[in-house]
């Protein structure tokens, strides 16, 4: 007798044969695609009655930078995509490297559901990773002025520039970062008799 989890994964390596490594930890299926067969692979996921993946429910950006706390060689940034199949009730994690890290860029999956529009433009907007094809790929979290891109691992805490009201300019005005760096030194109570009255 084969488990749900198994009848899934035999109906992937069926429809997408060895273009794609699957695997199963923790009673999910992750599904690893190269980024010259993601949409090839996202369109099969959707299309194939055995798999019926007619729903993407996330899609996100991942800085792998300083995964195995440094010892990780391969490509910086993935796109990972989660998609569920309500016929068949069973879901499946789709993930895709981009090649190159100075330009992150995978294909766009808009054309395949159109749910994934804002999705992308939040990968965009946090890691800075590009959608080809994508109609509308503008930051959607951040302002238009803001430079760079916060869910990078390299990325200041802190950030780069500051926004604040200037009463003299009576304007918004931008400015670069004056935080300083200090300890917090955590209030330690002597107290013998604290919290038993």
């Given amino acids: 007798m084969t488990t749900k989890l198994e009848t899934?994964?035999?109906a992937l390596k069926n429809a997408l044969g060895e273009g794609a490594?699957?695997?199963a930890a923790l009673g999910e299926v992750t599904v690893v695609v190269k980024a010259t067969d993601y949409i090839k692979t996202m369109t099969?996921?959707?299309d194939d009655p055995q798999l019926a993946f007619e729903q993407m429910i996330d899609l996100c950006g991942v800085d792998y930078s300083t995964y195995g706390e440094g010892t990780y060689e391969g490509p910086r940034f993935a796109v990972v995509v989660h998609l569920l199949s309500l016929a068949k009730n069973w879901r499946v994690r789709v993930r895709v490297f981009c090649p190159d890290d100075d330009m992150p860029l995978v294909e766009s999956?808009?054309?395949?559901?159109?749910a994934a529009n804002w999705f992308e433009r939040e990968a965009f907007d946090m890691y800075g990773i590009l959608f080809d094809g994508h109609g509308d790929l503008r930051r959607i979290l951040t302002d238009y002025g803001f430079i760079g891109h916060p869910f990078r691992k390299d990325f200041p805490i802190s950030g780069y520039v500051e926004m604040r009201y200037?009463?003299?300019q009576k304007r918004v005005i931008y400015q670069p970062v004056t935080i300083e760096p200090r300890e917090n030194i955590p209030r330690v109570i002597r107290e013998e008799t604290?919290?038993?009255k």
């Fill in 8 to 10: 899934l994964e035999l």
């Fill in 21 to 23: 490594a699957i695997s």
């Fill in 44 to 46: 099969t996921l959707r």
């Fill in 109 to 114: 999956i808009t054309g395949i559901w159109r």
């Fill in 166 to 168: 200037d009463p003299e």
């Fill in 194 to 196: 604290y919290g038993t």
